[in-house]
């Protein structure tokens, strides 16, 4: 059995709880007219972002849960040291460009605070979950976002990086929300 080593839970504590801060840190005590600005018709808002960051998180989640104690087991050349290292570096990197499919696409459902609550709570279900599960290597799944983000290099997850995908997805939003709030037209308040 491949089960995951005390720092690797360690680091995933560490990197849920940095990427959790980021997040709330970059959201706080903004005005509803900062939350809802675009830059172009086309881009999403603060909220919008938000609301996408619920449904990524949700969906992988339940994909964990739900369908990764039946996958395959990884490839015998399968480093999974190396994928880890290229989610964490890879995933949040936001001068790679990729478009959202339209079953995460935000849809005004929720509210800035609802957003903000769901996330945190998903937080500690990851955490809750990589502490409980000690066979998250032992299985592995189509990962599109790492496939798109390595340019097809790496395409497979396991549990572990799956939940390490979640956090690494959201630092990249982080840094769409700096970039929108430091666009010329971004309300003062």
């Known amino acids: 059995m491949i089960t995951l080593e005390a720092t690797d839970i360690e680091q995933a504590h560490q990197y849920f709880a940095r990427t959790l801060k980021r997040v709330t840190d970059a959201t706080s005590g903004l005005s509803e007219a900062q939350y809802r600005f675009k830059s172009a018709p086309d881009r999403w808002s603060i909220a919008e972002i938000l609301e996408h960051l619920v449904i990524v998180h949700e969906r992988v989640l339940v994909r964990i849960k739900d369908q990764l104690p039946t996958a395959p087991a990884p490839p015998a050349d ?8 290229v989610i964490v570096d890879k ?6 460009k990729a478009k959202a499919p339209d079953f995460i696409q935000p849809a005004g459902l929720l509210s800035p605070s609802q957003s903000l609550d769901r996330i945190s709570r998903s937080y500690e279900r990851l955490a809750q979950y990589v502490e409980s599960t000690p066979d998250l290597r032992e299985h592995v799944l189509e ?26 997805h959201d630092e990249r939003h982080v840094r769409q929300i700096e970039e929108l709030k430091s666009h010329p037209n971004y309300p003062v308040a």
């Open 78 to 85: 399968f480093n999974s040291r190396l994928v880890d290292a």
């Open 91 to 96: 995933i949040p990197d936001r001068t790679i």
């Open 143 to 168: 990962s599109p976002p790492l496939h798109v983000l390595t340019a097809g290099a790496h395409s497979l997850s396991d549990g572990y990086q799956w939940a390490l995908t979640a956090a690494g």
